[in-house]
C-alpha cells in the first residue's frame, strides 16, 4: 500500500469513527468531560450517587448520604423538620412528652384554691405544634371564675417547655400567659411544672402548678 495514501486514509477514518462517537473527540480526546467519577454516554454525563448537573459538578449530601427527613425537608444533607417535629430525621413529635392526664397542685397567692383536680393535655387536631390543656384553673368557685374552654399552648422544638401565648379562652375579657417545663428523667416519675399568669378587671394573679403524670 502507497504509504502517502495510508496516513490521510487513516487521518480520515479516525475522524469518521470519532464524529460518530458523542463524547470522543478528535485522537481520543474527550469531548464531554463528567466530573466526580461520572461518565459520559451518548454525549450526556451518567453520575454517581450524590452528584448530579451536566457535568456532574453539583454534589447533593442528601442523596448522597441516604438523609430521610420523615416530616421536614433536606438541606445540604440536614433535615429542616416541619411544623410541630424535631430530631435529626424530623419523626420526633414535639408536643407527644407534654400529652397525658395529671394531678396537680396550684397556687395562687390571693386565691383560694383547690387542688386535687386532674388536668389533660390533648393534641391540637388543627396545629401539629399545639396542645391542649383542660382543668387549668378552671373552677367556677374561685373568686374570679376559671376558664372553662381549653388553655392553647405551643410546644416548644427541641425543647422541654412549652409557651402559653396571652389569650382569652372564653373570650369574656379574662386572660393567660405563661409557660411549662416537663421533667422525664424519671420515667416512672414524670413532673410538669407550670408558671402563668391570669388578667382579669385589671387584677393581676400570677399561680403555679406542680403536677404530676397518672
Same mark, same amino acid.
Given at each position: 500500500?502507497?504509504?502517502?495514501? !495510508?496516513?490521510? #486514509?487513516? /487521518?480520515? /477514518? ?12 478528535? /485522537?481520543? &480526546? ?17 453520575? #454517581? &450517587?450524590?452528584?448530579? +448537573?451536566?457535568?456532574?459538578? =453539583? ?41 397525658? %392526664?395529671? #394531678? ?5 397567692? +390571693? ?10 393535655? *390533648?393534641?391540637?387536631?388543627? $396545629? ?7 382543668? #387549668? !384553673?378552671?373552677?367556677?368557685? /374561685?373568686?374570679?371564675?376559671? !376558664? ?17 401565648? *396571652? ?6 375579657? &379574662? %386572660?393567660? %400567659?405563661?409557660?411549662?417545663? =416537663? ?12 408558671? !402563668?399568669?391570669?388578667?382579669? %378587671? ?9 403536677? $404530676?403524670?397518672?
Amino acid at each position: 500500500m502507497n504509504f502517502r495514501l !495510508f496516513l490521510p #486514509l487513516t /487521518f480520515l /477514518f479516525l475522524l469518521a469513527t470519532t464524529a460518530c462517537n458523542e463524547c470522543i473527540g478528535p /485522537f481520543g &480526546k474527550e469531548k464531554v468531560v463528567c466530573n466526580n467519577g461520572g461518565t459520559c454516554n451518548d454525549g450526556q454525563c451518567d453520575c #454517581l &450517587k450524590g452528584y448530579f +448537573g451536566d457535568r456532574c459538578e =453539583i454534589l447533593d449530601l442528601c442523596e448522597l448520604n441516604d438523609v430521610d427527613c420523615v416530616q421536614g425537608n433536606c438541606e445540604d444533607g440536614i433535615c429542616y423538620c416541619g411544623v410541630g417535629y424535631e430530631g435529626a430525621d424530623c419523626s420526633v413529635e414535639s408536643r407527644a412528652k407534654f400529652i397525658s %392526664s395529671y #394531678l396537680f397542685i396550684e397556687r395562687c397567692p +390571693g386565691l383560694d384554691t383547690v387542688n386535687g383536680y386532674t388536668m389533660v393535655i *390533648t393534641r391540637d387536631p388543627l $396545629d401539629q405544634g399545639r396542645i391542649d390543656i383542660t382543668n #387549668l !384553673f378552671n373552677f367556677g368557685h /374561685f373568686p374570679i371564675n376559671g !376558664f372553662f374552654s381549653a388553655i392553647s399552648a405551643v410546644a416548644n422544638k427541641n425543647s422541654k417547655t412549652f409557651t402559653i401565648p *396571652t389569650q382569652d379562652p372564653d373570650d369574656n375579657g &379574662k %386572660s393567660i %400567659s405563661g409557660s411549662g417545663l =416537663i421533667n422525664d428523667t424519671d420515667t416512672n416519675n414524670i413532673r410538669l411544672e407550670i408558671d !402563668f399568669t391570669i388578667s382579669n %378587671s385589671g387584677k393581676e394573679y400570677t399561680c403555679t402548678i406542680d403536677a $404530676d403524670r397518672i
